[in-house]
């Protein structure tokens, strides 16, 4: 477990120093969230899981500013649909595709637990 802000440092601090695994993201920042996502579809051998990926959580207005994470509540909303679908390339953080979806190098499936876990497996590590 890494107790430390890895916002501008997660190849560094994460993914070059550790022998490939699975990442648990628990936090809400929208540059942390951006940016281990972006790392990690960077290879193909880390799993991603991130949590409150469930579309309840998710609120498409929100309107608190990205750099400032204190504000972020049940009531603002989360951000992490609204990333994922930046990432991924969908104009809307509560399009339903973004629940189960392909990349060419990953796949991406939100699962349907009460916050929503969000799973991010490389297609190099998927069997046949």
């Known amino acids: 477990m890494i107790l430390c802000d890895v916002t501008d440092s997660v190849e560094q601090d994460i993914l070059d120093s550790y022998a490939p695994g699975i990442i648990y993201?628990?936090?809400h920042p929208w540059q942390l969230l951006k940016n281990v996502i972006a790392?990690?579809?960077?290879?193909?051998?880390?799993?991603?899981?991130?949590?409150?990926c469930s579309p309840i959580l998710c609120n498409p207005d929100?309107?608190?500013?990205?750099?400032?994470?204190?504000?972020?509540?049940?009531?603002?909303?989360h951000w992490e649909?609204?990333?994922?679908?930046e990432v991924f390339g969908l104009d809307d953080p509560l399009d339903p595709r973004l629940n189960e979806l392909e990349t060419e190098t990953h796949r991406l499936r939100v699962f349907?637990?009460?916050h929503g876990l969000g799973v991010v497996v490389p297609k190099a590590l998927i069997s046949a």
């Open 81 to 85: 649909r609204h990333v994922l679908a």
């Open 25 to 27: 993201l628990d936090a």
């Open 39 to 52: 790392a990690v579809l960077c290879r193909d051998d880390w799993l991603l899981v991130i949590h409150d």
């Open 112 to 114: 349907g637990t009460q």
């Open 62 to 77: 929100m309107t608190i500013p990205k750099d400032e994470p204190s504000l972020i509540t049940a009531r603002t909303g």
